[in-house]
């Protein structure tokens, strides 16, 4: 049986998530990567801390980190998929609805996570057949049951163009009953604690969805992928509060179909 790995996420994402606090709204100096995406110390200070943590408590776990790549026993049964500072060009216009992810796969299977939104005090974590926590109480996922009546997240709606969701992506705006650009991880936030209904990501990165789909999950939500398939390697996401997943699929997915 897996060990409780609650506390130790919430130590993980919480403390790493200070250390972002001391570079955020500060002058920071910009570099860039190789696909021109930014980051900043505090991008990697944050995945060091969270590195250094889980090595010295799982010394032969395997580690996947956003800025510094792959390290640990490649035999390992577990992994550890970190993004050290989720959104950092939200980070870097003093936008606080940033956060540090941190999920946890055990044999292939996503089964714990924890994000850390530092700015505004939150911290949510899950673990299989433990439930999903905010900030030390249990959450859960909304019960609205069409989309009508729903709350639509997505980071930029432009990426929905950019990467072939424009219709559908219409259809499912014209649908709800509210649209916002929550996004990033801050928008799977609100759905798991029930503040929104449908989060969409059109395309993101193992690293940014790794701590999502357990947390939706055990928040009694659905993430999947535009298929349908319960999976993040597919590089985009789908979650909701299980009630409305197969109507939003059926919308965000037609272009698969027809």
């Known amino acids: ?104 796969e055990t044999e292939g299977e996503l089964i714990a996570g924890g994000i850390a939104i530092p700015a505004l005090q939150e911290v949510l974590v899950a673990q299989k057949g433990k439930g999903c926590w905010w900030n030390g109480r249990r959450c859960s996922v909304s019960k609205v049951g069409s989309l009508k009546d729903a709350l639509l997240l997505t980071t930029d709606v432009a990426n929905n163009y950019r990467y072939g969701r424009g219709k559908e992506w219409e259809a499912l705006s014209s649908a709800a009953r509210m649209v916002r650009t929550w996004g990033d991880c801050y928008g799977y936030v609100l759905v798991a604690t029930g503040r929104a209904d449908v989060m969409v990501d059109p395309i993101a990165e193992l690293w940014d969805i790794a701590a999502v789909k357990p947390i939706i999950e055990e928040a009694g939500g659905r993430f999947t992928d535009y298929a349908g398939q319960a999976t993040i390697e597919s590089r985009c996401g789908i979650a909701t509060n299980g009630i409305l997943h197969e109507e939003v699929l059926r919308l965000a997915s037609r272009g698969l179909v027809e």
């Open 1 to 104: 049986m897996e060990e409780d790995l609650l506390p130790f996420l919430t130590h993980l994402v919480t403390k790493a998530g200070e250390i972002t606090l001391r570079y955020f709204q500060t002058a920071l100096t910009i570099d860039r990567k190789d696909d021109a995406s930014p980051v900043t110390a505090a991008d990697r200070e944050s995945e060091e801390f969270l590195r250094r943590e889980i090595e010295r408590t799982f010394p032969h776990d395997e580690i996947l980190g956003e800025e510094f790549g792959l390290s640990g026993e490649k035999a390992s049964r577990r992994r550890w998929i970190l993004d050290p500072l989720d959104a950092t060009k939200t980070f870097l216009h003093g936008v606080p609805l940033y956060g540090v992810l941190v999920g946890v």
